[in-house]
């Protein structure tokens, strides 16, 4: 017959390796332009014009990065999401709604959090390719996730939380240097 004492110890070991925590990094990307990529459907984040307000939406991918990450200078290591085409453009949520469009300057561009399950070590100045995937882009004034709609091409990027289950299936994204 079995004790209490090893009935919670057998419970407690099997429980231990169940809860196991999920590793998780930040990725660096230095002064290189980035690709955001949905790796899954091929569609990657397009503004849709360098215009103030135009929403931003799923493309085909193309060569070449079309963002920066400028830091915002908080402690929390947040960034603002930039166009390597137009430097005083940013991404913000758009006005009354929870898609994603271009800002220069009002209303204030948006801070992000980048966290991914793989980022490459290698130094981001010399590197060419998926250098962290499994990644979720968090809008930190809201705290909610980055979600491609389920249209395809040419539909929209919106915002969605990140705990629920459309946001944590469709707010997985990559970041490609080319």
């Known amino acids: 017959m079995l004790s209490f004492s090893s009935l919670v110890l057998t419970f407690g070991l099997a429980s ?13 990307f230095g002064d290189r332009t980035v690709s955001i990529v949905d790796l899954s459907a091929n569609l990657e984040w397009q503004p849709q014009s360098l215009t103030n307000g135009v929403a931003l939406k ?3 991918p193309v ?6 990450f ?9 960034v603002y999401i930039q166009s390597a085409a137009d430097s005083t453009l940013s991404v ?8 994603l469009s271009m800002t220069s300057g009002s209303p204030t561009p948006d801070k992000f959090a980048f966290t991914c399950t793989t980022c ?3 130094d981001p ?3 060419h390719g998926v250098y962290a995937s499994g990644c979720s882009i968090v809008q930190l004034r809201f705290g909610v996730c980055s979600a491609r709609t389920m ?4 539909t929209g990027i919106y915002l969605w939380g990140c705990d629920t289950e459309q946001g944590q299936t469709n707010s997985t994204w990559a970041f490609v240097l080319e």
């Not at 231990?16 to 660096?28: D, G, L």
């Not at 400028?70 to 947040?78: H, L, N, V, Y």
């Open 125 to 127: 100045a010399t590197f």
């Open 92 to 99: 913000v949520e758009h006005v009354r709604t929870n898609f």
């Open 63 to 68: 060569t070449g990065g079309e963002w920066t």
């Open 58 to 60: 799923n493309g085909v």
């Open 120 to 122: 490459d070590t290698s």
């Open 151 to 154: 249209g395809g091409v040419d």
């Open 70 to 78: 400028p830091s915002t200078g908080d402690a929390d290591g947040s």
């Open 16 to 28: 231990a390796a169940v809860v196991a925590p999920r590793q998780t990094c930040t990725p660096t």
